[in-house]
């Protein structure tokens, strides 16, 4: 079973640019499909972008020209860039891997947006 940990949540500016990294233990990352979720206060947890272990990329309508995703799979490592910083945004973000019908979360990282 793959472990995921989020690291580089934070506070920062609306308008500003912040990227989240979440590191697999897993040494069959590349065959994963990872993908990035976030769960504001009283909202349902949704999905935010998706990358399939070919690359192929899907975001959400909401962040769509503004995050992106990727992956190092030397480093075990998915990303979210995250720019131009919305309010909306606000949100504990999660790493998920799937493979074949499994999943595995991370434990997810608050990310702040300030006026």
């Given at each position: 079973q793959v472990q995921l940990v989020e690291s580089g949540g934070g506070l920062v500016q609306a308008g500003g640019s912040?990227?989240?990294?979440?590191?697999?233990?897993?040494?069959?990352?590349?065959?994963?499909?990872?993908?990035?979720?976030?769960?504001?206060?009283?909202?349902?947890?949704?999905?935010?972008?998706?990358?399939?272990?070919?690359?192929?990329?899907?975001?959400?309508?909401?962040?769509?020209?503004?995050?992106?995703?990727?992956?190092?799979?030397?480093?075990?490592?998915?990303?979210?860039?995250?720019?131009s910083r919305k309010h909306e945004d606000k949100a504990v973000y999660y790493c998920r891997g799937g493979l074949g019908g499994f999943s595995s979360w991370g434990q997810g990282t608050q990310v702040t947006v300030s006026s």
């Open positions: 912040l990227r989240l990294s979440c590191a697999a233990s897993a040494i069959t990352f590349s065959i994963y499909s990872m993908a990035w979720y976030r769960q504001a206060p009283g909202k349902q947890r949704e999905l935010v972008a998706i990358i399939t272990s070919g690359g192929s990329t899907n975001y959400a309508d909401s962040v769509k020209g503004r995050f992106t995703i990727s992956r190092d799979n030397a480093k075990n490592t998915l990303y979210l860039q995250m720019n």
